[in-house]
């Protein structure tokens, strides 16, 4: 079995179709010999290992985004080199939030194009040669420099998409372009620590030109959804057709079940993610200030509940700066934020999702019901203390 089956399996809590074998007969000294085996080479991984990689990855159980356009694709080999053929926009699309248009139109760059963002390291050797020469003749070379940053920032993103054997050059068409257009590089946010692309040289050219960064940030922690929405489509789309083939053959099919109802505390390490839900079931009344409702913050792990904040029970969540607050406050127990989010689906709609998602958390959103499990208990405390939600 495959270790993407082995994933897939473990992930769904299914078992996985039997593995196709192929036959082949010998003659040797006369005597005619079968041997029958896998169809392609078997690698061997231990169950611990699959265990510690499904992990990594829980959050394919709760991702199930929809299968992309090829418009929407952020790179797709057959129709990159039909759009530099056709001499289209188009074909710059994939680098525009890494570099300037103007400069990825340079003549120089145009080869290094040719295989989009699984050629950055060759966009920013090229990119290195003119920043050589323009400092040379000591001319500016700015924007040069935050171009180089870029491709380098491309180059890494690209080289993380690698998945279970998968190679990025297929997995960038997974990658909602929609997704990566919005980013913003900046350079004084995410510096050069986390950039394993830069060279030393690199460096020290943009220490020299902007200073000292204030932090340093991989691509992934401040935009974690768009490897992770790719590697989910990815998985979910290899199942699919995986049930359609097994289907055709009369085997058995994995179960493409809503994964949620699978979340439990023990699948998640303390500070791994957290959820963010409504404390109170009815609206807490109060004679001076009217109704509000308490929301809070809780750790999946542990389920302990990491802050909380109140909100207008007309207002649909907390405001910026409440959540800011929560955030805050729940930061302040380990020092961290979490990779992931959990929020109710229908609730919390705009102000929570973006605090979370700019502060470099993934925001996944599950049915209420299936986040019962964690906050049940809390909520039934609560409800204990405070009975109909009226406060004096």
């Known amino acids: 079995m495959s270790h993407f089956d082995k994933l ?13 074998t192929r036959t082949q007969s010998h003659s040797i000294g006369g005597i005619e010999v079968t041997i029958t085996g896998p169809a392609g080479p078997a690698v061997q991984v231990s169950d611990a290992e699959i265990a510690e990689r499904a992990r990594e990855h829980s959050f394919v159980l709760t991702t199930d985004p929809p299968a992309l356009k090829t418009a929407d694709q952020w790179w797709n080999e057959d129709t990159h080199k039909r759009r530099r053929r056709e001499g289209s926009e188009k074909a710059y699309a994939w680098v525009l939030p890494f570099l300037p248009l103007e400069i990825a139109k ?13 050629g950055a390291g060759a966009i920013a050797k090229e990119l290195r040669a003119l920043i050589r020469e323009r400092r040379k003749s000591k001319e500016p070379h700015q924007e040069l420099l935050l171009s180089l940053y870029g491709a380098c920032v491309a180059a890494d993103l690209s080289a993380s998409l690698k998945f279970e054997g998968t190679q990025p050059h297929y997995m960038a068409r997974f990658v909602d372009i929609n997704e990566v257009q919005p980013v913003k590089l900046d350079y004084a946010t995410m510096g050069y620590q ?3 692309s830069l060279s030393k040289t690199d460096v020290k050219w943009l220490v020299e030109a902007f200073g000292e960064p204030a932090e340093h940030q991989s691509f992934d922690a401040l935009w974690p959804h768009i490897r992770r929405n790719a590697v989910a489509r990815y998985c979910w789309g290899e199942l699919r057709s995986k049930n359609d083939s097994a289907k055709s053959l009369g085997w058995p099919q994995q179960a493409s079940q809503n994964s949620a109802a ?11 993610a957290w959820l963010v839900f409504k404390l109170n079931e009815l609206p807490i009344r109060t004679e001076l200030e009217g109704d509000f409702n308490c929301i809070a913050l809780m750790d999946a792990a542990s389920c302990f509940i990491l802050g909380n904040t109140f909100a207008p029970a007309g207002e649909a969540e907390p405001s910026k700066i409440a959540v800011r607050q929560l955030l805050k406050e729940a930061k ?8 992931t989010l959990f929020i109710p689906s229908g609730q919390f709609n705009s102000i929570a999702p973006a605090e979370a998602e700019r502060q470099g958390i993934a925001v996944v959103r599950v049915p209420e019901d299936q986040l019962l499990v964690f906050i049940g208990e809390a909520r039934e405390s609560f409800k204990e203390h ?6 004096q």
């Open 332 to 339: 302040a127990h380990k020092r961290q934020l979490p990779k």
């Open 8 to 20: 897939i399996s473990k992930l769904t809590a299914s078992t996985p179709a039997p593995a196709p």
């Open 194 to 196: 986390c950039i394993e």
């Open 106 to 118: 340079l003549e120089r760059l145009q080869a290094a194009q040719e295989w989009g963002p699984h």
């Open 262 to 272: 699978m979340l439990h505390p023990k699948q998640f390490k303390v500070n791994e």
């Open 386 to 391: 405070f009975g109909g939600g009226s406060v």
